[in-house]
């Protein structure tokens, strides 16, 4: 077929076989590479910030525990200012739980999310009955409830926040693994495709270049003879 074309074409086509090849490697490449920073960017931009925010509701729990407790300890203006950085914690734990609210969109994640604010409400509910109980210094009653009812749902709270960090870790270690596997496979992919398109760059360019010399020198023999 090559034969009945003139050079200047043969030699085309040979340069856009070639061309086409490595523009097809480059956005095969192109693809898979947007592919691995779309993983990336949901690890750090999405499942990575959401354990941050359950664990910054941690930290808050543990502060108001701490909070009430020293309220019980002290007395008079020291123990009210132990009081008054209460609502500070629960504005971090609220502001925390939005966001989670906003970003979190698996039915699973939105299930647990569900039972943190259950378990925070109990809490809550809890917190305020010791803090009435202190202001009426009912000092033996607060301590039944340290012992009883208040520990019981700040257990289940902490419990219900780590369960949500457990989820999201997995959704980030997976996310991780996803992407670790989208690299090897590319490489994989990138690797094979530019040995292919080395044979067939190599095969092709024979090819042609025989479809040339093999006449030429056809006719040189007659014009020798």
Same mark, same amino acid.
């Given at each position: ?42 690890? =750090?931009?999405?499942?990575? *910030? ?20 020293? =309220? ?14 209460? *609502? ?86 997976? =996310? ?38 093999? *006449?030429?020198?056809? =006719? ?6």
């Amino acid at each position: 077929m090559l034969n009945n074309l003139k050079i200047g074409v043969r030699l085309g086509i040979g340069f856009a076989v070639t061309f086409a090849l490595l523009v097809t490697i480059s956005f095969i490449g192109y693809t898979r590479i947007s592919t691995l920073n779309d993983e990336i960017e949901a690890m =750090a931009q999405d499942k990575f *910030p959401k354990t941050v925010q359950a664990n910054d509701i941690i930290d808050a729990i543990n502060t108001i525990a701490r909070r009430l407790r020293n =309220a019980y300890i002290f007395s008079g203006t020291d123990s009210q200012k132990e009081i008054d950085a209460i *609502p500070e914690q629960r504005k971090v734990i609220s502001d925390r739980l939005d966001k989670l609210e906003k970003s979190i969109t698996s039915d699973k994640g939105k299930d647990m999310l569900k039972k943190v604010q259950s378990a925070r409400a109990a809490y809550v509910a809890d917190q305020d009955k010791f803090l009435e109980f202190l202001k009426a210094g009912k000092r033996e009653e607060c301590v039944e409830l340290m012992k009883g009812g208040l520990r019981a749902s700040q257990g289940d709270y902490i419990k219900s926040v780590n369960a949500l960090i457990d989820f999201q870790t997995e959704l980030m270690n997976k =996310a991780g693994k996803d992407a670790e596997d989208a690299a090897d496979a590319a490489h994989r992919l990138l690797l094979i495709l530019s040995i292919l398109a080395g044979v067939l760059t190599v095969a092709f360019g024979w090819f042609v270049t025989r479809s040339i010399t093999k *006449p030429v020198g056809e =006719a040189l023999n007659v014009t020798q003879r």
